[in-house]
């Protein structure tokens, strides 16, 4: 599935929630049952600077597909990096240097988060954009 398939797929998924409060409980949930990243990955490498909590992406190259593990110590965090890292993974290298997560704004996620939420989100797309434009050379 291409990523602007995948865009369609989240939005459906997420839409239907009445307001953010259910939206976010849903990411929580979701987040509660994402697997966590063991300790030996969690590593000053690969945490995301600029975002309150914890984050952590782990990115990889698999037979010319980009896969991306993230883990984070806030559930809210956690939950949206997981959507975040769910939408890439799998794609190809160019296909995740030239595309947004622009889903999370869709369905009103970015704007009911944090300012150092949205800076820290921000910075976890940002590098796996920066992954893929690596990738993709």
């Known amino acids: 599935m291409d990523l602007a398939a995948r865009r ?3 939005i459906a998924e997420l839409e239907p929630f009445g307001d953010h409060h259910e939206r976010f409980q ?3 949930d979701r987040a509660k049952s994402a697997p966590s990243l063991p300790a030996e990955l969690k590593l000053e490498a690969f945490l995301i600077e600029g975002c309150t909590s914890n984050l952590w992406l782990v990115p990889s190259l698999e037979a010319g597909a980009c896969h991306f593990r993230c883990d984070a110590d ?3 965090t956690k939950g949206v990096a997981a959507l975040v890292c769910e939408f890439y993974d799998g ?3 160019s296909e995740v240097a030239a595309t947004d997560a622009d889903f999370l704004g869709a369905v009103g996620i970015t704007q009911h ?3 150092n939420r ?3 989100l921000s910075n976890l797309v940002g590098k796996i954009r920066a992954f893929g434009r690596a990738a993709a050379r």
């Open 8 to 10: 369609a797929a989240l």
């Open 26 to 28: 849903y990411v929580i």
């Open 74 to 76: 806030s559930l809210i």
């Open 91 to 93: 794609a190809g290298p």
């Open 113 to 115: 988060l944090s300012p």
């Open 118 to 120: 949205r800076n820290g």
